[in-house]
């Protein structure tokens, strides 16, 4: 039986750097961990099209209201462009292979192109970006599939529009809020949503780690049912998610804390 019966969900996201060499090492890594699902992050085209006409012209503004902003700034300033994109074949594979080993899968998925493909597959999640609760177009059709959890990540977004991404999702039984804090210390005012969430929208609520990793010990009290937290393979390296992200030789420890 886990600790409080949280789910641990270990978020690849874009932390493979667009290698699918790299992203079978998170792959076969994990699945040999208690952690209960993976994700990755799938960005949508016009992003990638205005990310590439900025390294192009070294326009170091258009990173600068991301979170990933250290990441892209770094790229800017390199010679080199390259998308943070695995193809289909690559996902087809990682399915299969979380799903043989008994772990759940999932996208944060942003390119709608993707989603028809995503859902032919059966994954057994959606994120849906804290960027993205105002999408209609995005949420309806991530909601045509009826079986996938649907994960909204929130932070400082309004009780209203909340309640518009879950009437879109229309499926509460399948719906779950993540609260996110993107402070570098975590913040009590984020986790105790937690608790008033719950009884606000009677839905499963989870929390995503944005904030300094030694903190995770914290979120055990306020009993999320998800806990999401980014992992990478190395310290030394820098990632699109790196500051709140778990090293992979690190990520027992901490997984002993919610077991």
Request: charged share 30%; hydrophobic share 35%.
């Amino acid at each position: 039986m886990k600790k409080n019966n949280i789910i641990k969900i270990a978020e690849i996201g874009l932390n493979h750097l667009g290698s699918e060499h790299i992203a079978k090492k998170y792959l076969n890594k994990l699945i040999n961990t208690n952690i209960d699902g993976i994700s990755f992050q799938i960005k949508s085209e016009i992003f990638y099209k205005k990310y590439k006409l900025a390294f192009k012209k070294k326009d170091q503004s258009f990173s600068k209201n991301f979170r990933e902003k250290e990441f892209f700034l770094k790229v800017l300033k390199k010679n080199k462009f390259k998308k943070l994109t695995l193809s289909n074949n690559f996902y087809r594979y990682a399915i299969k292979k979380c799903k043989s080993n008994n772990k759940l899968i999932g996208f944060a998925v942003q390119d709608t192109k993707k989603i028809d493909f995503l859902n032919s597959q059966e994954i057994s999640f959606y994120k849906i970006l804290n960027q993205d609760i105002d999408n209609k177009k995005l949420i309806k059709m991530i909601s045509k599939n009826k079986n996938a959890l649907k994960i909204i990540s929130v932070s400082n977004d309004s009780i209203d529009q909340i309640e518009k991404a879950i009437k879109l999702i229309n499926q509460k039984t399948k719906t779950i809020i993540s609260i996110t804090d993107f402070n570098k210390k975590l913040n009590l005012k984020y986790l105790r949503k937690i608790e008033t969430f719950k009884k606000k929208f009677n839905l499963k609520i989870g929390y995503g780690n944005h904030s300094q990793v030694k903190s995770l010990s914290r979120v055990l009290k306020f009993k999320p049912e998800f806990l999401l937290m980014y992992v990478k393979l190395d310290n030394k390296v820098k990632y699109p998610d790196s500051f709140h992200a778990i090293c992979l030789n690190s990520l027992r420890k901490y997984l002993k804390i919610f077991i």
